[in-house]
């Protein structure tokens, strides 16, 4: 995990890269290159640029990302440039130092001549099924877990399976009906998980994935009367009516196909016992199984409505020959995108087009945008190094500290 060292750290690693002549390696628009860092004061720090691509020098103001190596760490922060002229720069002493960096190429920060546009698969369809406030991609890998290709073997095994763990279990396809129930309509509302743990109890409080998967207390209450706090949920009646039916645990997990929450799998059981997340990872898993086998069938073929496919700009923030960070304004695409999908990218660097599928790892909101930091899935070999070069402006060079986070240990992940 990336940590922030201390200020007395921080002031500790920049004084001894100073007084051993470390190289630090520097990054922004104009160009990048290494160099030594030659004073440290109250105006910031004095570095003297030994290498720069095209032999090229910052411009003033720039907003640059310097790396150094120091004890066995890689570390990074973030700066400005105040003075430029000579291979001589000043800039602005880091607030923040960095450590435990994942990546192993640098991050390129709106690389010059390189734009992106993306496009969803099955963005296009129109089905009458419940819409899911989030796009969630369909994907083949998924069905590894199921050993037949069949779809009705495939539930066959699956309720077997699930016999063992739950009083009972069933699948309820939207086809020609709409949610009616509760617990149906936060479902298709939310495209999350309904995970009852116990019905006696309250919803969990917090969501323990990183992509936001379980429907919390918080967002349950928020679909209540606002009159909720004087005469009591309407969550809270419906656990006192099913623990009278002797119901102990529950979990409703959507079946998502895209963007439309097509249906979803029921587990329940009785008397004392409860289920745990790992029963929530087991249906999760089943249903995006599930959502390929539809898919695969052709479950939904008399039913969709095909449109153009729609091609979205995106705002390049950041990029490396292994992922990037973009900005997607909300004006221009209907539906977030979950962590975890996939998504067809294409990258115009004025001499080629490169054509790729990209994962999303993270997902963050801004004002007016969604940006995504995603990793390539399937450059190939020829595709990787002409985007190395186009990043780098230089041949690629497998041991250039100067593409590299990491110069000196192996980097966990490639981007």
């Known amino acids: 995990m990336i940590q922030s060292v201390s200020p007395i750290e921080k002031e500790f690693l ?11 390696r520097l990054h922004g628009v104009s160009t990048a290159g ?3 860092i030659t004073n440290v004061d109250r105006q910031g720090m004095f570095v003297t640029l030994t290498e720069t691509y095209d032999n090229a020098n910052f411009s003033l103001f720039e907003h640059i990302t310097g790396y150094f190596d120091c004890h066995g760490n890689t570390y990074a922060f973030e700066t400005t440039i105040r003075d430029s002229a000579d291979k ?47 796009y969630i991609s369909v994907d083949e890998n998924t069905s590894a877990i199921s050993s037949s290709s069949d779809l009705t073997k495939v539930i066959a095994e699956f309720r077997e399976r699930m016999n063992a ?30 995970f009852i743990p116990s019905t ?44 009278a039916k002797g119901i102990s645990s529950e979990i409703w997990c959507p079946i998502v196909y895209y963007q439309y929450v097509v249906g979803y799998i029921y587990a329940v059981k009785s008397g004392s016992d409860s289920f745990d997340v ?16 539809l898919k695969k069938t052709g479950y939904f073929k008399c039913e969709e409505k095909k449109q153009k496919p729609i091609h979205h700009p995106a705002e390049l923030i950041d990029m490396s020959p292994g992922g990037m960070h973009i900005a997607l304004d909300q004006s221009n695409s209907k539906f977030p995108i979950r962590e975890g999908s996939i998504f067809s990218i294409r990258i115009m660097t004025g001499t080629q087009e490169i054509q790729c599928t990209t994962k999303v790892v993270r997902r963050y909101s801004r004002k007016d945008s969604i940006s995504y930091g995603t990793v390539f899935l399937d450059l190939s070999s020829e595709q990787f190094m002409h985007l190395y070069e186009c990043l780098y402006r230089s041949p690629y060079n497998e041991y250039d500290p100067r593409a590299h986070e990491q110069s000196r240990k192996k980097a966990k992940t490639s981007f």
């Open 14 to 24: 920049i004084k001894t890269v100073y007084q051993n002549e470390h190289p630090v």
């Open 34 to 36: 290494t160099g030594k």
């Open 88 to 134: 001589q720069i000043r800039i602005d002493a880091p607030d923040t130092l960095l450590r435990s960096l994942q990546r192993k190429y640098v991050r390129v920060k709106k690389p010059q001549n390189i734009k992106v546009a993306f496009s969803l698969a099955n963005e296009d369809i129109q089905l009458e099924y419940p819409i899911c406030p989030e």
């Open 165 to 194: 763990d739950c009083t009972g279990n069933t699948i309820q396809m939207f086809r020609n009906r709409a949610p009616h129930s509760f617990e149906e309509k936060l479902l298709t509302k939310t495209g999350k998980v309904l």
């Open 200 to 243: 006696s109890a309250e919803l969990p409080k917090t969501d323990p994935y990183p992509e936001g998967r379980i429907i919390t207390q918080a967002i349950e209450e928020s679909y209540e009367d606002p009159n909720h706090f004087v005469e009591g949920t309407h969550f809270s009646k419906l656990m006192k009516e099913k623990s």
């Open 278 to 293: 790992a029963m929530v990872d087991s249906l999760w898993d089943f249903s995006r199984i599930l959502a390929y086998q």
